[in-house]
């Protein structure tokens, strides 16, 4: 019977070079936690929250003011748990919530979002968290939860930071909340001209990693909105500028031992992908469609970088 078994078995193999870039990967449900993990990425370089929260139906502050907060948490902890399982030992990078006031619009509790002129520039990611702290407190306690279950490999990623006293502000609170700053990672999504030309400052504050959002980082350096057709021609993550920042960024990361990885979609490109290999990046996270071809890339730009290196000797 156990010969029968293992020729009913499907034979599961993933071809996977060796590459000193990390390779990690995007995951936005829990559901794709299994899959994810079937790519052997070295991590999740981006948990959005944001489909999840999607997914029950009722925003946020819905639960809030109806004192369901505990539902809520439970929720949080059992969406993040699934992932942070799947990948353990494998750090899972968690970013706290970043939705522009129109995306929960259509949800229960949707109609009290406010209506801004300009969601992209507004109250989002890190702002929305400061102001809300008492959803950010949630959060915060569900990150506490997670590492009292064991999954030290959580760690958490501020979005849309400008300026370094967010996330000295933002770190102040989790202190509040009981996390041991010493035991979880702490890094932000560097998705703003701001935090990029302001990285040392981020540096000396303790960030454990950076991860350029560069969806936003573009839009943002470009002033091209990413939803808008009318200038989507403008719009390129290749452009001298935004390459500028990031080099910048990663030159400095690199130099302090701070870690650098890149969860725009970006970094599925392969001419993006080959430069950030060359500049020194240490991880490069993909959707999971595209883990296996950024791994190919990335590859062969260290072969290549190692053949040359070796012939100049
Ligand atoms: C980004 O801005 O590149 C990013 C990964 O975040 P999002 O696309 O969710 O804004
Ligand atoms: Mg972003």
Redesign the pocket.
């Known amino acids: 019977p156990k010969a029968a078994e293992a020729a009913a078995s499907p034979v599961s193999f993933v071809y996977k070079p060796i590459t000193a870039t990390e390779i990690k990967v995007n995951v936005s449900m829990a559901e794709a936690a299994e899959q994810a993990a079937a790519t052997l990425a070295d991590g999740v370089g981006l948990l959005r929250i944001e489909h999840m929260i999607l997914g029950l139906g009722k925003t946020p502050r819905y639960y809030i003011n109806a004192g369901k907060e505990d539902e809520y948490l439970d929720e949080l902890v059992g969406g993040v748990r699934t992932v942070a399982e799947a990948f353990y030992p494998k750090p899972v990078w968690v970013r706290t919530l970043?939705a522009p006031t129109d995306e929960f619009r259509g949800m229960e509790g949707g109609e009290n979002e406010p209506h801004e002129h300009n969601p992209m520039l507004g109250w989002r990611g890190i702002r929305r968290d400061l102001t809300e702290t008492d959803h950010f407190r949630l959060e915060m306690r569900a990150f506490k939860k997670l590492h009292e279950m064991g999954l030290s490999n959580v760690g958490i990623m501020l979005?849309?930071v400008q300026h370094v006293s967010e996330f000295q502000r933002a770190k102040a609170l989790m202190v509040e909340e009981g996390l041991d700053l010493e035991k979880i990672d702490v890094g932000i999504?560097v998705?703003t001209p701001g935090a990029a030309l302001t990285i040392d400052d981020f540096i000396e504050d303790g960030i454990d990693f950076v991860s350029f959002?560069t969806?936003?980082l573009t839009q943002y350096t470009l002033a091209v909105d990413r939803n808008n057709q009318n200038v989507a021609y403008l719009y390129t993550e290749l452009h001298p500028a935004v390459l500028t920042l990031i080099e910048y960024v990663v030159e400095r990361c690199n130099r302090a031992g701070v870690t650098t990885s890149i969860c725009g979609q970006a970094g599925s490109y392969p001419e993006m992908a080959k430069r950030l290999v060359e500049i020194g990046i240490t991880s490069i996270s993909a959707n999971i469609d595209a883990v296996a071809t950024v791994r190919e890339t990335v590859a062969r730009a260290e072969q290549i970088i190692m053949l040359r290196a070796a012939r100049e000797e």
Do not use: Q
């Open positions: 970043d979005p849309l999504m998705e959002g969806n936003d």
